[in-house]
């Protein structure tokens, strides 16, 4: 059993940053595929970005490529999220999901955190 719990949202401006970390337990997440999601009030949980096991090859959603940052550091068992230049469209509950089978970009992983709220005010 693997438990994933986020940190780093809050309130930012537009055009601001934050870091969002994931912390996993388990003995196994250095062989996980970890993936970012985020859900907006009304529309449905859509992918931000993923990272293999090493972190060696990453994908993102066109709507963050270039903003945003995947990264992971598998001897602290942590997944991280750089999001620069914020948009008011950002905003939504920001979810780590990892498993061990490959990378995909719909919301089908075994793992789940309970949700870091973002908020960028225009």
């Known amino acids: 059993q693997v438990q994933l719990v986020e940190s780093g949202g809050g309130l930012v401006q537009a055009g601001g940053s934050l870091r969002l970390s994931c912390a996993a337990s388990?003995?196994?997440?250095?062989?996980?595929?970890m993936a970012w999601f985020r859900q907006a009030p009304g529309k449905e949980r859509e992918f931000v970005a993923a990272s293999n096991w090493s972190g060696g090859s990453t994908w993102y959603a066109d709507s963050v490529k270039g903003r945003f940052t995947i990264a992971r550091d598998n001897a602290k068992n942590t997944v991280y999220l750089q999001m620069n230049s914020l948009k008011p469209e950002d905003t939504a509950v920001y979810y780590c999901?990892?498993?061990?089978?490959?990378?995909?970009?719909?919301?089908?992983?075994?793992?789940w955190g309970q949700g870091t709220q973002v908020t960028v005010s225009s």
């Open positions: 999901a990892g498993w061990a089978l490959g990378v995909v970009v719909a919301p089908q992983y075994k793992y």
């Open positions: 388990g003995r196994t997440f250095s062989s996980y595929a």
